[in-house]
């Protein structure tokens, strides 16, 4: 038995396929199939039921996987102790972003990042934050950066920055002639909201919902924040937006935007991993000089995000 042919097996039970598996391992699909074999012979048992279209577990094959996370994880330690004790920051790093902070916060670090790491493989996904946890709890993404905080046991936070909200209030809405805004004026407005599962929807339900006891309507719901000030000005209500995704909007969009009053509302966006704690000395590299890029951001660039002391 080896830690290669767990990998293997990790990997079909994940695709429920062994051409697809063996792309994900970066290997041919005979080669994966023939150490797969090797190791059903040695242990004289069958891990897969190869008659279930797509590909499942036998019932000992489902206790032989949760096994090999365990082994596989302790061989990833293994060798992370050695990167750590040599100083290295380098290898492939998987990194999930969730969609509402990706375009925004990628463009301020990825390049300096890069030029600062140049061992450093970052693979980088967009995914919701339920994803990112699957992935952490599996393995399969060594951090993520989620709005925080969260609410699961094996899951550590290391803060980024804060981020206030923005109200998008087009011309026509009576709310336009307002300084700033408070959640209160918010319970008479048709609000639009990002569909179920994304945080953020979460984020602004909190502010419009839980401060009040007159609950909202809310009837229009989109994935993405662009289609909401479209909506928005359409006439067909108000939004919520993410401070980093605000200042792109073009120079006449921008002037719709309003403030919270203080003390605004804003969420806590994070970086999250695993508290078995694998590459930890990558992971707290890129906190760090992602929130140094941050702090600067907000120096020379005024930006008005806060960055945690």
Same mark, same amino acid.
Not at 17 to 29: D, R, S, Y
Not at 133 to 149: F, M, Q, R, S, V
Not at 271 to 282: D, N, P
């Given at each position: 038995?080896?830690?290669?042919?767990?990998?293997?097996?990790?990997?079909?039970?994940?695709?429920?396929? #062994?051409?697809?598996?063996?792309?994900?391992?970066?290997?041919?699909?005979?080669?994966?199939?023939?150490?797969?074999?090797?190791?059903?012979?040695?242990?004289?048992?069958?891990?897969?039921?190869?008659?279930?279209?797509?590909?499942?577990?036998?019932?000992?094959?489902?206790?032989?996987?949760?096994?090999?996370?365990?082994?596989?994880?302790?061989?990833?330690?293994?060798?992370?102790?050695i990167q750590q004790e040599k100083g290295l920051i380098g290898g492939s790093f998987k990194l999930g972003i969730i969609p509402t902070v990706m375009s925004s916060l990628l463009p301020l670090f990825l390049q300096t990042v890069l030029k600062v790491y140049p061992k450093l493989i970052l693979e980088i996904e967009e995914m919701p934050t339920k994803q990112i946890i699957e992935h952490l709890e599996k393995g399969t993404l060594d951090a993520g950066i989620a709005a925080t905080p969260l609410d699961y046991e094996h899951?550590?936070?290391?803060?980024?920055?804060?981020?206030?909200?923005?109200?998008?209030?087009? !011309?026509?809405?009576?709310?336009?002639?307002?300084?700033?805004?408070?959640?209160?004026?918010?319970?008479?407005?048709?609000?639009?909201?990002?569909?179920?599962?994304?945080? #953020?929807?979460? $984020?602004?339900?909190?502010?419009?919902?839980?401060?009040?006891?007159?609950?909202?309507? #809310?009837?229009? /719901? $989109?994935?993405?924040? +662009?289609?909401?000030?479209?909506?928005?000005? +359409?006439?067909?209500?108000?939004?919520?937006?993410?401070?980093?995704?605000?200042?792109?909007?073009?120079?006449?969009?921008?002037?719709?935007?309003? $403030? #919270? +009053?203080?003390?605004?509302?804003?969420?806590?966006?994070?970086?999250?991993?695993?508290?078995? /704690?694998?590459?930890?000395? *990558? *992971? +707290?590299?890129?906190?760090?000089?992602?929130?140094?890029?941050?702090?600067?951001?907000?120096?020379?660039?005024?930006? !008005?995000?806060?960055?945690?002391?």
């Amino acid at each position: 038995m080896t830690i290669t042919q767990l990998k293997y097996c990790i990997a079909v039970a994940e695709h429920r396929n #062994f051409t697809t598996a063996a792309q994900h391992v970066h290997v041919t699909q005979p080669t994966l199939s023939m150490q797969i074999q090797k190791l059903e012979q040695e242990l004289d048992l069958k891990i897969f039921d190869r008659t279930q279209k797509p590909i499942g577990l036998t019932a000992v094959g489902k206790k032989i996987i949760q096994q090999a996370h365990l082994i596989v994880a302790e061989s990833d330690r293994i060798q992370d102790v050695i990167q750590q004790e040599k100083g290295l920051i380098g290898g492939s790093f998987k990194l999930g972003i969730i969609p509402t902070v990706m375009s925004s916060l990628l463009p301020l670090f990825l390049q300096t990042v890069l030029k600062v790491y140049p061992k450093l493989i970052l693979e980088i996904e967009e995914m919701p934050t339920k994803q990112i946890i699957e992935h952490l709890e599996k393995g399969t993404l060594d951090a993520g950066i989620a709005a925080t905080p969260l609410d699961y046991e094996h899951i550590l936070e290391k803060p980024l920055y804060y981020e206030p909200f923005m109200v998008y209030v087009p !011309k026509h809405s009576k709310l336009n002639i307002e300084k700033n805004i408070t959640p209160d004026m918010l319970k008479t407005e048709q609000v639009l909201l990002l569909q179920d599962g994304h945080c #953020f929807r979460n $984020s602004a339900l909190n502010i419009c919902k839980i401060k009040h006891e007159i609950p909202l309507t #809310f009837e229009i /719901k $989109s994935g993405s924040f +662009e289609t909401l000030v479209q909506l928005a000005e +359409e006439g067909l209500g108000i939004t919520l937006l993410p401070y980093l995704h605000a200042r792109k909007l073009n120079e006449v969009q921008q002037r719709n935007l309003k $403030s #919270f +009053e203080a003390p605004e509302p804003a969420r806590e966006v994070s970086m999250v991993y695993h508290q078995r /704690k694998l590459k930890l000395h *990558i *992971i +707290e590299a890129l906190h760090d000089k992602i929130r140094a890029i941050i702090r600067g951001a907000i120096v020379y660039e005024d930006i !008005k995000i806060i960055s945690p002391k």
